[in-house]
């Protein structure tokens, strides 16, 4: 069922964006031939007044065909003055950006809904015992929901709850078997747990085992971080907003300007790994599905606006280059060329995002990114 919501979360996003285009093109009194969710073949279709409106066959994406966005193409009788490439130079801008713009702003408002109702995380975060192997030495000293406080008398203040629970980890790993490990061996020494328990702090001496399949020494134990929301002002949910945006639009524009940097190119996923991650946050609860919805409508904003065709920003682009032509149009062959080298951008980036993705989801991926 989470993937089901992944896809209507999509689908919300991408009807929003073109129908901020429709609405500003409408506005503006621009023809608009369609309105379609997808690419492709059309699977359903209706037609009202000047506009048809579909589903087609590929779910990647959707699109608003405004007629005469090409100069060269032909307008119905009596058409021709609502043509896109005819309209002042704002009123493009208008269309082209009313698109990343009904994306951006709800953005912010699901972010704003989230630590509004939802709250902050208190920090520190605990890290807990979720559950414990039957059978092992742990099951019978420790108990569900148990605070750990220290691994062999290190607590780590200082560290978040991922980085706590993989340095937990190192320690425990740092005892070894007597020679050669084995399947099942007990380590030389065992680690000292410290947990808090109904207000009370108590220590265990607990011997890790080497586990063949994992390659690595194992306490029994399987660790959980207990986040606990605190409620907070509408102005610190505002801030927090924000902030989140800022860090956000910073960390999409340092990944585009070192777009030829290995590491960078790391950074980029595709609908496949955004999918995968949409999944996994549905089952972690409301609040962080919600969070993934506002940030992947912010992205799908800002990466619209990027100044090359066929994206919301080329369009943007080149009517600003046009203004300051004073008024004189560019020559459709320069829109062409330009269309092509942004093209093959998109299509680098796409294939980029889903080597890494299927990198990340199998451990191999197509290595584009070395």
Not at 10 to 28: D, N, R, S, Y
Not at 41 to 64: C, D, M, N, Q
Not at 113 to 142: C, M, N
Request: charge should be neutral.
């Amino acid at each position: 069922m989470s993937w089901l919501y992944v896809f209507l979360g999509f689908c919300a996003l991408i009807l929003l964006h073109e129908a901020g285009h429709f609405v500003a093109a409408k506005a503006t009194g621009m023809r608009v031939e369609g309105f379609y969710l997808f690419f492709g073949p059309t699977l359903w279709s209706f037609k009202r007044g000047e506009t048809e409106y579909g589903i087609k066959a590929i779910p990647l994406g959707g699109y608003v065909k405004i007629n005469g966005m090409n100069p060269e193409e032909e307008m119905p009788e009596g058409e021709e003055h609502r043509a896109y490439f005819r309209q002042k130079v704002w009123k493009r801008i208008v269309v082209a950006a009313a698109g990343p713009a009904v994306n951006i702003v709800p953005a912010f408002l699901i972010l704003f809904a989230v630590f509004r109702i939802g709250g902050l995380a208190d920090v520190p975060a605990k890290t807990v015992v979720q559950e414990t192997s039957s059978g092992s030495a742990a099951a019978k000293v420790l108990q569900e929901g148990d605070k750990v406080v220290a691994i062999d008398g290190h607590s780590f203040p200082k560290a978040n709850s991922e980085e706590r629970i993989e340095k937990f980890g190192e320690l425990i790993r740092s005892h070894k078997c007597a020679g050669e490990p084995t399947n099942g061996c007990a380590a030389k020494t065992p680690a000292e747990v410290t947990v808090s328990r109904d207000g009370q702090l108590k220590t265990f001496q607990i011997t890790p085992h080497y586990s063949a399949a994992e390659k690595r020494m194992l306490l029994g134990v399987a660790w959980a971080v207990n986040e606990h929301w605190v409620p907070i002002s509408t102005s610190t949910a505002v801030g927090h907003s924000t902030g989140v945006m800022g860090e956000v639009i910073s960390r999409t524009g340092s990944v585009f300007a070192h777009i030829f940097e290995s590491e960078k190119r790391k950074e980029i996923s595709s609908v496949v790994g955004i999918s995968d991650v949409g999944h996994e946050a549905v089952d972690d609860g409301w609040r962080q599905a919600f969070l993934l919805l506002g940030l992947v409508s912010l992205s799908l904003g800002l990466i619209n606006l990027v100044p090359i065709l066929p994206l919301d920003g080329g369009h943007i682009f080149w009517a600003i280059v046009e203004k300051l032509r004073r008024g004189k149009p560019v020559s459709i062959r320069v829109m062409e060329r330009a269309t092509i080298i942004g093209f093959a951008l998109v299509l680098m980036l796409l294939v980029i995002g889903v080597s890494n993705d299927i990198g990340r989801i199998t451990g191999e991926g197509f290595n584009v990114s070395k």
